[in-house]
């Protein structure tokens, strides 16, 4: 990350929700690897609120336990100080006015001591049941917009649990804020190799000229967790896989491998790019649900040679739950680049392995010269690897030395492991830095994630018709088996490479 630390960066962070999960794993390691950088501007402070008493000496302490588990760095005390200094905390229940009284006065005493411009972030990592009223008392109280310094919203998922609700979320912050100013949080879109699908892309020959239905078979999207529900079972029962993960991540992962180069590399061009990918998705009529659309649960097993409890045992789960914990679905988009060539998405909890991988499969050649007579065609695959392993792999056909005539395949992997998020900065990093920076390219614009819920949405209403013989797959599996009935009618298969 280039450091660009000027004035129009200060700011105070005000984060709801400060005592919760997101903010100890992630928005704290991730502030304190910005310190860590050199990449917090100069004139910042953070204020986190919560709904327990404590003093701030007493969060920033938990704070500092928090990191020394979950920052990719090593605490170094010189940068802990700096954070430290910058940590206060506010006690308030969002539902008690007088609470934003008190954060006002507060913000304007931190603003003088900080010198911060009046310049505000205010981020939503509360339960979503929160998030319209907590704008309404940002806006009630005068905290939404100040003469001559800027504020920005940042929200965390989920954004609605369906269009009709997102709509109404969107309506609440669009009556306070600008959509210019609304930071809608897909951590994917932070993670390096996501972010290096363009630079793939737009920066190579090789892969561009041929990113078309013209050459490529089909795309595959895999987001794989060996990690099942945890404690997050209240939450994941009204959600399941379809608003978890393919609503917001996958369809964002699609839209960045399928979309047209953007004009130039400004927010709104790319965005708007991304935007023409989700609505050009074939619509889900009945026959092609029934068809391309497959749902699971896990059952019991073993993974790591631990012994997994079935998803209906979760806590928080009934026990006779009918939320999938894993679907693939396969998809076309309706353009002149990728009309036919389908694209296969899946994801999973519970699953054999936790991997992130987008796999490019291009066609075969004609069945001449090397390929005649039975040969067996290994085609060749670009994988893009998100994580644990992290870069690209490459296949191709190249003669075998030790014989005369035959034809093996070569892997060409830059990728590395990377069992945490090792060096690269953590999604939270990059799109903390961009937030203060204005930067929103990394965020979701309203009208993508409107179209992404016009695609979800019809699937999930397909889920809540039918009866699904759940659970379907055993912990440690990579799915049921009708996930991999659904390629090999294509003649194709998942790649795990
Ligand atoms: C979150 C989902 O958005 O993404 C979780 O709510 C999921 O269920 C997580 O585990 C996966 O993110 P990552 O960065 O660990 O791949």
């Known amino acids: 990350m280039r450091n660009d630390s000027n004035k129009s960066l200060s700011a105070i962070m005000v984060i709801f929700g400060g005592t919760g999960d997101l903010t100890h794993r992630k928005l704290m390691p991730a502030l304190y690897n910005l310190v860590y950088d050199k990449l917090l501007p100069e004139n910042f402070a953070v204020v986190s609120i919560g709904r327990k008493a404590k003093t701030s000496e007493q969060y920033r302490d938990e704070v500092f336990g928090s990191l020394n588990k979950y920052s990719r760095n090593k605490i170094d005390l010189e940068y802990w100080e700096r954070l430290r200094d910058l940590l206060y905390y506010v006690q308030f229940d969002f539902t008690d006015q007088e609470g934003y009284v008190k954060l006002k006065d507060y913000l304007k005493k931190l603003d003088e001591k900080y010198d911060t411009g009046g310049n505000r972030v205010f981020y939503l990592a509360v339960a979503p049941e929160y ?23 940042v929200i965390e998922k989920p954004f609605g649990k369906d269009l009709i609700t997102a709509k109404k979320l969107n309506d609440k912050l669009i009556e306070v804020f600008d959509e210019s100013s609304i930071y809608r949080i897909d951590h994917y879109l932070g993670k390096e190799m ?130 999938e914990t894993f679907v693939a679905i396969k998809l076309q988009i309706n353009n002149f680049r990728w009309a036919g060539t389908p694209f296969y998405i899946r994801t999973g909890k519970r699953m054999g392995k936790t991997s992130s991988e987008i796999v490019i499969q291009f066609k075969e050649l004609p069945e001449v010269l090397y390929f005649k007579e039975g040969h067996v065609q290994i085609p060749n695959l670009l994988v893009i690897r998100i994580q644990p392993n992290v870069g690209v792999f490459f296949q191709f056909n190249t003669k075998d030395f030790s014989t005369h005539n035959d034809i093996v395949s070569t892997k060409m992997d830059t990728s590395y492991y990377n069992p945490t998020v090792g060096n690269t900065p953590e999604a939270y990093e990059r799109l903390l830095y961009d937030i203060l920076r204005g930067d929103a390219t990394l965020f979701s614009r309203w009208d993508e994630v409107e179209a992404s819920w016009i695609f979800a949405d019809r699937i999930i209403e397909y889920r809540g018709q039918k009866k699904f013989d759940f659970p379907n797959y055993d912990a440690g599996t990579m799915g049921p088996v009708k996930a991999f009935e659904l390629l090999a009618m294509d003649g194709r298969k998942w790649w795990d490479v």
Not at 135 to 150: F, M, P, R
Not at 227 to 237: C, D, K, L, S
């Open 194 to 323: 996501i972010q290096n699908i363009m630079v793939l892309r737009f920066c190579n020959t090789v892969f561009e000229s041929l990113w078309s239905n013209k050459y490529i078979d089909n795309v595959q999207i895999s987001l794989n967790e060996k990690h099942g529900v945890g404690t997050r079972g209240g939450y994941y029962e009204n959600s399941g896989a379809m608003r978890d993960m393919v609503q917001n991540h996958i369809v964002q992962i699609l839209s960045l491998v399928a979309m047209e180069p953007p004009i130039n590399l400004k927010t709104e061009s790319i965005r708007t790019e991304k935007l023409k990918v989700i609505q050009a998705i074939e619509g889900f009529t009945g026959d092609r649900l029934r068809k391309n659309v497959i749902f699971g649960q896990y059952g019991k097993g073993v993974i790591d040679g631990q012994h997994v409890v079935s998803y209906r045992e979760e806590e928080n789960i009934p026990v006779n739950s009918t939320t």
């Open 131 to 153: 998030f319209e009223l907590v704008v309404q008392g940002i806006s009630d109280h005068g905290l939404a917009h100040q003469e001559g310094s800027w504020t920005r919203l």
